[in-house]
């Protein structure tokens, strides 16, 4: 009885991880967080942490590349699904972001202030 249910314990963590990893492919902390109906805006010290295997896309009109991260200036936009669904996307738009590549494949993003929006193509 004890295996059955360490076996259905193991099987329902191993679930909820993919489930949550498909749900919320990136976490965000800093000093102020606003909601508006559309999206939200963070400010002060953000920290935005991408999960390994998101394929992210960066646009920006300035590019400037050092060892451990690349900054991007004007007009960012950073751009990556939301799930596994092919039509949800997270847009994220800021003036400066610094992306940092972390030993586990995850990406790093900071900033003083960005804005997050949900799109669906």
């Known amino acids: 009885m004890k295996k059955k249910l360490a076996l259905l314990c193991s099987c329902l963590f191993i679930s909820m991880s993919i489930f949550a990893g498909t749900i919320n492919p990136f976490t965000i902390s800093s000093k102020y967080e606003q909601r508006y109906k559309d999206y939200k805006t963070y400010s002060g010290n953000v920290v935005m942490h991408i999960r390994s295997g998101t394929e992210v896309k960066i ?37 400066k972001v610094t992306v940092r590549k972390e030993q586990d494949n995850s990406i790093t993003l900071l900033a003083d202030s960005i804005k997050v929006h949900f799109e669906s193509r």
Do not use: C, L, M, R
């Open 59 to 95: 646009a920006s009109a300035h590019i400037q590349s050092e060892k451990q991260e690349t900054i991007y200036q004007g007009n960012v936009a950073v751009i990556f699904p939301f799930t596994h669904e092919k039509n949800q996307f997270v847009v994220i738009t800021s003036d």
